[in-house]
Nanobody
Framework: VQLQASGGGLVQAGGSLRLSCVVS????????MGWYRQAPGKRRELVAF??????AYAYSLKGRCTISRDSAKNTVYLQMNSLKPEDTAVYYC???????????????WGQGTQVTVSS
């Protein structure tokens, strides 16, 4: 499985970015695609994920970002608006495959894309 993230960059506070992640390889019917981020000196944290039609967001970003997916293209998107300097981090896309009873069997990561928000 490969995950190729893109769309990061430098943006001013208040601006927007749209991240994309193309996933290729063995994707189970029951899966979740998501975005995590890691700022310097901090732990990696969940930003958002989508599983089937269910979405979930980190409290710090709720209302400012939207996760979506195009299943035909095996691509997951993260639209981020009203960006703040504290959103600066490397953003990683993630694929989790599940089997019956929701058991997690695979956990894959992309290479990350840098998002820098200037004040």
């Amino acid at each position: 499985v490969q995950l190729q993230a893109s769309g990061g960059g430098l943006v001013q506070a208040g601006g927007s970015l749209r991240l994309s992640c193309v996933v290729s390889g063995n994707i189970f019917r029951d899966n979740s695609m998501g975005w995590y981020r890691q700022a310097p000196g901090k732990r990696r944290e969940l930003v958002a994920f989508i599983r089937d039609v269910t979405t979930a967001y980190a409290y710090s970003l709720k209302g400012r970002c939207t996760i979506s997916r195009d299943s035909a293209k095996n691509t997951v998107y993260l639209q981020m608006n009203s960006l703040k300097p504290e959103d600066t981090a490397v953003y990683y896309c993630n694929l989790k495959n599940f089997v019956e009873h929701g058991q997690l069997v695979n956990d894959y990561w992309g290479q990350g894309t840098q998002v820098t928000v200037s004040s």
